[in-house]
């Protein structure tokens, strides 16, 4: 079973959770209150970067059969693409740069450059993911309707393809992001709950399809006249290498071991400061320089991300500081390590869990009904803090 | 709005090129060239900040593309300045006559104690800067055809809009001007008198113009409430040093005069009441550096913030916008007066009411989809009924 007590898995009073809620809170008042000149200038000149490199790989296809330029061509607008969906997209849409007050940088107006409509993004991730974090049966990026990522899930024999859906997943990622917020388990099941509901959210997506790929496979391709077909060849290398990318470092945020699924008998009352501990215990960081972190929209910092989705990304570096420094504190697990490590670690359990695994199974339950090992087993922080006054 | 809209051609170009930059509109590439090719958000380039009457300044402004020139003296504009990577908006006169020559916007903007936007237009802000403008609009302009008899009553930083009146009849000769104008303008002091200079050259240049300057500081505040109020703060001080000096005693034939008056809240409510007591209601013009939302009631209801997870109950006279505020929600905002169109929002469903009118703007059907929800200005809107904005 997943988790259903977070209170009690991780071995906390219900004081020393309210007093983490507390210090979370206070974490965000002070970005809040210090945003200023700076951030607005990192944002900007990402979108700056963002487009010139845009520009640029767009010109450089006008040399498209000479390998050097396809090549050059590709990575441009593939990284252009990454950066515009990852650091500025996901996170302009989350409201990070609300507090602009700026139209042309906000969630209520932004548009990204893939294939899913920005409307259904934001309820789909934004409020189910955000809000329902983890939760089985109510977050869908739990395996995104298709995958088995926990033994919580029931195994089926359809899972056995697990690998290669997974694969499928990876290389058509827009598309798979483009119809998430699609009731595709009603449509599986054949009994959509509105139809009319997805008959238009199917059209807002097809609409957005015809745009993105009229301008990606068409409309530039025949710019370049005679060189269309090395173009569009281009043009394929560079969605393709956002899709792969965007895909390993989404799967790095909830999938590898350490990140826990929850009930949702977790809801019921859950507190605010309960509500930090499942962001936390839900999600996982890996480690990396200042590039990678930007190429990866920040999500490197994903502990950060979920319990501060809407503050500027740009700040996380120094909210991760306070964050382990309260993980310390209240001896919580930081679950991070590098890139590589983490990504390994997701792919494996979607492996393993192609199977019905009974020992994986059996060990992940043994893990939540046990909780989070202590050095202290059974003190936890108040309670060291009142043997410390006692003595 | 657009200049370029209007064009035909243009507009045919923009719509393919758009094709090309989606889901970007082409402006967001021209401005890494030029910051005033725009027309997504109106955007000028201050030239020049001259610094006036003590605590004001006078900015020129080369507005970018979309401006259209075709504003009528009185009417006023919006400015957006960023400070510490936040926009503010605030709204001011023009001063100079629509010409197209010279293509200049020219406002005149006083120091408020506790304004630190506009404090940041007098002393903060430096030629180069771009600033985002929102289009002209009131009603408070001259007539066609002029009437006969004229009086400007201003008081403070509320000449301005006179003074594009006054620059625009002088600019005309003859018959197409105004032969009788009586100014009375009022300021503390000398120093800080706006364009006194300017108004004693008129006065000159035209012999049926007459121009009162009073400085309050030494001649008293001119009364126009009927009498002393007993008790008031004003009454003790107009029984003070100075005599009190009404409307009558300035202006004997004030009552023959189609008047347009400008200046603090406080002497155009007085200014009202004695117009309405004269029962010449009609020969007033006032100008309000403030929306008055006295023009409908709204019936009030519960507002959902769909993206935020926010309910509220609000009465009829709560802006959207202040509720949102009210709730701890990032809301966008600017000239918080119906001008500028920074805090519009998405209503999915219900509808609202705008209370400078009293329009009512409703989301027919359950608008699940963006085909069905309109874009309303939450700082002039309260709930009509139940609604549900999407921020």
Redesign the interface.
Known sequence: MAISDITEFAHLTEADVEALGEEFDQIRRDVEAS???????YIRSII?TQ??LN?AGRVALFGSPIPPLWMAGAALLGVAKILENMEIGHNVMH?QW???????I???TW???NVC?A?QW?HSH??LHH?YTNVLGKDKDVGYEILRVTSDQKWNPVNLGQPVFNTLLMLLFQHGVAIHDLDIEGLLRRDIE?P??FK??L??VGRKMR??M??DYI??PL?TGPFFLTTLTANMAANLIRNVWSYAIIFCGHFPDGAEVFTESQLEDETSGEWYLRQLLGSANFTGGRLMHVMSGSLGYQIEHHLFP?LPSNRYPEIAERVTAICEKYDLPYTTGSFPKQFWKSIRTIWRLALPNKKFAAEQQAHEAEGLRRENATTTPSAEAAARVAA | MTAIGDWPLARRVRAAATRFTTPLLPDDYLTLFNPLWSVRELRGRVVSVTPEAEDAATLVVEPGWGWTFEHTAGQYIGIGVEIEGRFHWRSYSLTTPPARDGRRLVVTVRAMPEGFASRHLVHGIAPGTIVRLAPPQGEFVLPDPLPGKVLMLTAGSGITPIMAMLRTLDRRHGAGSLADVTVVHSAPDAERALFADELELLARRHPGWRVVQRHTATDGRLELAPGPREGSPRADRATGSSPRVGLDDVVPDWRERRTWACGPAAMLDDAEKLWADAGLTEALHLERFSADLSGGEAEGGTITFARSGKTVEVDGATTVLAAGEDAGIPMPFGCRMGICHTCVAPLRTGAVRDLRDGTEHRVAGEGATDSSHIAVQTCVTAAAGDCVIDL
């Not at chain 1, 945003?35 to 200038?41: H, K, N, Q, T």
């Not at chain 1, 609300?98 to 042309?104: A, I």
């Open positions: 945003r200023g000149e700076a951030d607005a200038e700056r487009r010139r520009i409201g609300d507090w602009m007050n700026d139209p042309e906000h969630s209520a548009e990204w450059d409509p409307e934001k934004n409020y809000t509105d009319e509901e238009a959210k059209e807002q745009h993105q009229g301008k409309l530039f710019l809407d």
